[in-house]
């Protein structure tokens, strides 16, 4: 029997956090794929994202702005939504694949403080 109970709120936003969001969403709406099927849409995603920033660079590099000030922020709004979906389906993907993304993301982090650069 499938869990229907509405996802949480982002009120906690730590990777634990998103991980308990995705998969309540994942459950409540039925999503059953495989990896390379997630990987797929994550790479579609983040194609989306660039498609965003593009519209944005595009018009910052004319002198005079083609793009209305609602307009730039509609485009600001697209690329938060996109990013959000390649933050999910990053999410999942690690969940699938049973990456610890809260211990990761500290020990990652704990090299990159001691890496040159």
Request: glycine share 10%; hydrophobic share 35%.
């Given at each position: 029997?499938?869990?229907?109970?509405?996802?949480?709120?982002f009120a906690t936003t730590t990777i634990e956090g998103l991980q308990s969001q995705v998969r309540q969403l994942?459950?409540?709406?039925?999503?059953?794929?495989g990896l390379e099927q997630r990987?797929?849409?994550?790479?579609s995603e983040v194609?989306?994202?660039?498609?965003e920033v593009l519209k944005l660079s595009e018009d910052a590099k004319r002198a005079?702005?083609?793009?209305?000030?609602?307009?730039i922020q509609h485009v600001k709004k697209s690329l938060g939504m996109e990013i959000y979906d390649v933050m999910w389906n990053l999410v999942d993907l690690a969940d699938m694949a049973g990456v610890d993304l809260e211990s990761t993301?500290?020990?990652?982090?704990?090299?990159?403080r001691d890496r040159e650069w």
């Open positions: 029997m499938q869990d229907h109970r509405e996802p949480e709120t994942k459950d409540a709406k039925g999503f059953d794929i990987l797929a849409y994550l790479t194609g989306e994202v660039a498609t005079t702005g083609k793009m209305s000030a609602g307009e993301f500290e020990e990652k982090a704990s090299l990159n």
